[in-house]
C-alpha cells in the first residue's frame, strides 16, 4: 500500500508563484518516477513534469521555464516550483509515484490563477 498526499496549492495573482509538494509513504523500496499533472474542468489530465529516480526531468511545452521539479529520493517527496503563474495553469494538480511499475496518485491540490 503507497499513499500519495500533495499540498500547497492555492489561490494567487497572475505573474505570482507557488510550490507543490508531495509525499509518498507505505511499503516503498524504491520510487521509480514522480510526476505532476493537472487537469482543468472540461479537459483531460496532462503530465506537467517528470522526474526520474536518477534526475532526469521532463517539461510540458507549457510550462517550460516558468516550472521546476524537484525530489528527494531519500524522503520519498517531490516538489513543484511554480513561477510566472498564468490564469491558463488553473487546474486541479495531481502527483503521481511509480513504485514497481504501479502509478499510485494523490487526491490533488487545486491552484487557481486570478486577479
Known amino acids: 500500500q503507497v499513499h500519495v498526499v500533495e499540498s500547497g496549492g492555492g489561490l494567487v495573482q497572475p505573474g505570482g508563484s507557488l510550490r507543490l509538494s508531495c509525499a509518498a509513504s507505505?511499503?516503498?523500496?524504491?520510487?521509480?518516477?514522480m510526476a505532476w499533472y493537472r487537469q482543468a474542468p472540461g479537459k483531460q489530465r496532462e503530465l506537467v513534469a517528470l522526474?526520474?529516480?536518477?534526475?532526469?526531468?521532463t517539461y510540458a511545452d507549457s510550462v517550460k521555464g516558468r516550472f521546476t521539479i524537484s525530489r528527494d529520493n531519500a524522503k520519498n517527496t517531490v516538489d513543484l516550483q511554480m513561477n510566472s503563474l498564468k490564469p491558463e495553469d488553473t487546474a486541479a494538480y495531481y502527483c503521481?509515484?511509480?513504485?514497481?511499475?504501479?502509478?499510485?496518485w494523490g487526491q490533488g491540490t487545486q491552484v487557481t490563477v486570478s486577479s
Open positions: 503521481q509515484a511509480v513504485v514497481r511499475s504501479i502509478g499510485y
Open positions: 507505505g511499503r516503498i523500496f524504491s520510487i521509480n518516477n
Open positions: 522526474i526520474t529516480s536518477g534526475g532526469r526531468t
